[in-house]
C-alpha cells in the first residue's frame, strides 16, 4: 500500500523543520555560487564546455549545477527556486525521491544543453526535476492535490517558459541572418497560449485571438512576395 501524501499539517508544517536534502544542496549551491564572484576562473572552469569534457575533465557532467551564468538576478532567482519548490517538492516526496528528482533534472538538462547550448551553467535544470515531479503529483491527485503545490508548480513551470520565449525573440532579434521561421514559431507558440488561458475563460485569451483574426487578411496581405 502506498504511503498517503502529507500535507502541511502532517508533515508539521511546509517549512519547519527544515527538509535535509533542500538545505544541504541550497548551502552547496549558494557556497559554490558566491565563490565563483570571488575567484577568478572558477565558472569557466566548472561550466558545461564540451571540449573539456572530451579531454578527460569528467567533472563538467555535474559541476554545472552548482556555479550560475545568469549573473545575480539569475542566481538570486534560481536559490530562492531551490528553496520553495524543493521545501515543497521534498514534503511530499520524501528525501531520497527528491535526490531523485534533482538528478533526473539535472542530467537531462545538462545532456540538453550540451547538444544545444554547450557553454553555460545553472541549477535551474536541476529544479525543473523537482518541478516536473510536482506536476505529475498534481496530474494523479487532481483535487486531493495539497494546496500549496498548485502556485509554486506553476509558478516555476511559467517562470522558465517565459525566460525561454523571451530569450529566445532576444536571440531572434540579434541574429545578423534571422531565419524567418523563428518569428512564426513564437507567434503559434503566443497564440497558442492565448488559446489556453481562452480556455480558463479569461478574457484577455477572447481579446488577443480577437484580434489575431481580425488582422490575420490585412497581414497575410503584408508578405514579402
Known sequence: MTRPVPTGRQAGGWW????????ILLLVTATMS???????????????????????EWWRVVTPLVV????????????????????V?????????????????GLAGEAAGYAWTPHGAGNSVAVCGLAGGLLALMLALGRRTPRVVVPVAVWYTFAIVV??????????????????????VLAVACLAAAAAITGIRNLHGVALLAGACAATPWAWRQRDP
Do not use: C, K
Not at 558566491?34 to 578527460?56: F, H, I, W
Not at 550560475?68 to 521545501?87: E, H, K, P, R, Y
Open 16 to 23: 519547519w523543520p527544515v527538509p535535509r536534502a533542500t538545505a
Open 34 to 56: 558566491g565563490l565563483q564572484a570571488v575567484v577568478t576562473g572558477m565558472e569557466p572552469a566548472l561550466r558545461r564546455d564540451p571540449a573539456a569534457l572530451s579531454a578527460g
Open 68 to 87: 550560475q551564468d545568469g549573473g545575480l538576478t539569475g542566481t538570486v532567482f534560481n536559490l530562492a527556486s531551490l528553496a520553495i519548490v524543493g521545501t
Open 89 to 105: 517538492a521534498e514534503r511530499l516526496l520524501g528525501s531520497g525521491r527528491w535526490l531523485v528528482q534533482y538528478a533526473v533534472g
Open 163 to 184: 525566460d525561454a520565449v523571451a530569450t529566445a525573440v532576444g536571440a531572434a532579434a540579434a541574429a545578423p541572418h534571422r531565419d524567418r521561421g523563428a518569428e512564426r
